[in-house]
C-alpha cells in the first residue's frame, strides 16, 4: 500500500471510530514518520474534491464517504498479493491454521470484526510481512487447475496497530477491489456499519 493510503486510512479510522475530524500535518508526519511533503501530497486530490479542506498547517475532513470512495478507486490490490494458492479445506479451518501475525482482511475480516457473514465465502485474505509461515502450512499447489481461494497481501508497517483484522474502512476498500459475486453483499453491509455507528 502506498504511504499516500496509509494516511488516507488513519484519517478515515479516526474520523469514523473516534470522531476525530481534525488534524494538523505535521503531526501526522511525525506519527508516520514521513515527510511533510509526503503528508501535503496524500491531501491534494481529496482537497480538490472537497473531502478535505486544508487551511493553514490544520485540515479538516469535510467528507468522509468521498475520501473512503477515492481510496477504493485508487487502490490497487494486486500489486500487493505476494502469495496465493488452492487450500482443500474449509474457509474457517484455513482461518483457524494462519499462523498469530497474519492479518485477516476482506470477509474474514468482516466476519471477525462483526460477528457475523452476510453472506458465505470461499476465499481467505490475509496480510502478512512475508509468507514463509502460511507457505510452510499451506503449500503452494502444483495443479494448475486448481483455482486460488488463499491470498497473502503484503503489510504495510502500520497495519498490525489496528489489531488482528484490517479496519473497517481498509476492509471496504479491499471489498471494493474484489470480483467474488458475493463481494457486493458485503460491501453494503459494511457501508451500513461504517455510516450508522
Given at each position: 500500500?502506498?504511504?499516500?493510503?496509509?494516511?488516507?486510512?488513519?484519517?478515515?479510522?479516526?474520523a469514523l471510530t473516534k470522531r476525530t475530524l481534525t488534524f494538523t500535518q505535521k503531526k501526522i508526519a511525525e506519527r508516520f514518520a514521513y515527510s511533510t511533503s509526503t503528508v501535503f501530497n496524500a491531501l491534494k486530490i481529496p482537497r480538490k474534491l472537497g473531502a478535505v479542506e486544508v487551511t493553514g498547517r490544520f485540515f479538516r475532513l469535510?467528507?468522509?464517504?468521498?475520501?473512503?470512495l477515492l481510496w477504493a478507486t485508487q487502490r490497487n490490490l494486486e500489486r500487493d498479493i505476494i502469495y496465493k494458492t488452492h487450500v482443500d479445506l474449509p474457509v474457517k479451518k484455513?482461518?483457524?491454521?494462519?499462523?498469530a501475525d497474519a492479518?485477516?482482511?476482506?470477509?474474514?475480516?468482516?466476519?471477525?470484526?462483526h460477528g457475523d457473514a452476510p453472506a458465505d465465502y470461499s476465499v481467505v485474505y490475509?496480510?502478512?510481512?512475508?509468507?514463509?509461515?502460511?507457505?510452510?502450512?499451506?503449500?503452494?499447489q502444483k495443479a494448475?487447475?486448481?483455482?486460488?481461494?488463499?491470498?497473502v497481501?503484503?503489510?504495510?508497517?502500520?497495519?498490525?496497530?489496528?489489531?488482528?483484522?484490517t479496519p473497517d474502512v481498509q476492509t471496504f476498500v479491499d471489498l471494493w477491489n474484489m470480483s467474488e459475486w458475493y463481494a457486493k453483499d458485503f460491501l453494503e453491509a459494511l457501508?451500513?456499519?461504517?455510516?450508522?455507528?
Open positions: 500500500m502506498t504511504k499516500k493510503e496509509t494516511i488516507w486510512r488513519f484519517v478515515l479510522h479516526e469535510r467528507d468522509a464517504e468521498k475520501l473512503l484455513i482461518e483457524s491454521g494462519m499462523p492479518i485477516f482482511g476482506a470477509f474474514s475480516a468482516y466476519r471477525f470484526a490475509v496480510y502478512a510481512q512475508n509468507t514463509d509461515k502460511i507457505a510452510q502450512r499451506f503449500p503452494l494448475k487447475k486448481a483455482t486460488p481461494n488463499l491470498y497481501l503484503k503489510s504495510d508497517a502500520h497495519l498490525a496497530s489496528f489489531g488482528k483484522t457501508k451500513l456499519k461504517i455510516f450508522t455507528h
